[in-house]
């Protein structure tokens, strides 16, 4: 059984680009959430879907988005790059109710230079 | 606002030997879910144990334990039998019971970094 897939691994961009980052969770999931891990920050929460709805967002600017598609599968953008944004984007996933835990990827290193 | 607080920073443990991780949080709450993940150098955060704040008895998972006190908010996290491959970060985490706003995710602490020596 395939676990959640975060595609790039590793990804770097100059300040002021976009970027787009793709989470496949596992089969028949349907909640996603994304998380920013930075060593100052720790592990904060971005959003959360639930069948393509977004059932709650982090205290993050309007410069990070997310959507999930039909098969559940979901992607986070974030506008405008600041050097602030490097940091790792964990993503995971749940079959039903999060409160039974979620299965989380390797994540997205992603450096912002 | 929920907070998670993991006041040892790093720990170290003989192999074979007993470990607990301390964990305290606060909330208004009385019932929410608590969690420990693990997350090794490969970086993948793995669920170890988790626990209902309305079930009494504490969590077990093979090795791991926890030591749930509601009411001086405290979820420790007890270790057996360290292994090489318990050697990863530790964090405990939060998660409110109820649906629409602030439902739904995870509150974080700062983790504990866990060494097992050989």
């Known amino acids: 059984k395939a676990g959640v897939t975060q595609t790039p691994r590793y990804l770097i961009k100059t300040r002021g680009q976009q970027v787009t980052l793709s989470c496949s969770p596992i089969s028949g999931h349907r909640s996603v959430s994304w998380y920013q891990q930075t060593p100052g920050q720790g592990l904060q929460f971005l959003f959360e879907?639930?069948?393509?709805?977004?059932?709650n967002k982090g205290n993050f600017p309007g410069r990070f988005s997310g959507r999930q598609f039909s098969n559940s599968r979901s992607e986070m953008n974030v506008s405008t790059l600041e050097l602030g944004d490097s940091a790792l984007y964990l993503c995971a996933s749940s079959l039903r109710n999060p409160n039974y835990g979620y299965t989380f990827g390797s994540g997205t290193r992603l450096t912002v230079v | 606002a929920q907070t998670v607080t993991q006041s040892q920073p790093e720990m170290s443990v003989q192999e074979a030997e007993t470990v607990t991780l301390s964990c305290t949080y606060d909330t208004s709450e009385s019932n929410y879910y608590l969690f420990w993940y693990k997350q090794p150098p490969s970086r993948q955060m793995i669920l170890v144990i988790r626990q209902e704040a309305y079930k009494q008895q504490n969590a077990t998972e093979n090795r791991f334990s926890v030591n749930f006190q509601k009411a001086a908010k405290s979820f420790s996290l007890k270790i057996s039998d360290s292994q090489l491959g318990d050697t990863a970060m530790y964090f405990c985490a939060f998660m409110n019971s109820y649906s629409g706003a602030g439902s739904y995710q995870l509150t974080f602490g700062k983790g504990t970094k866990l060494s097992v020596i050989p």
């Open positions: 879907y639930f069948s393509e709805t977004q059932r």
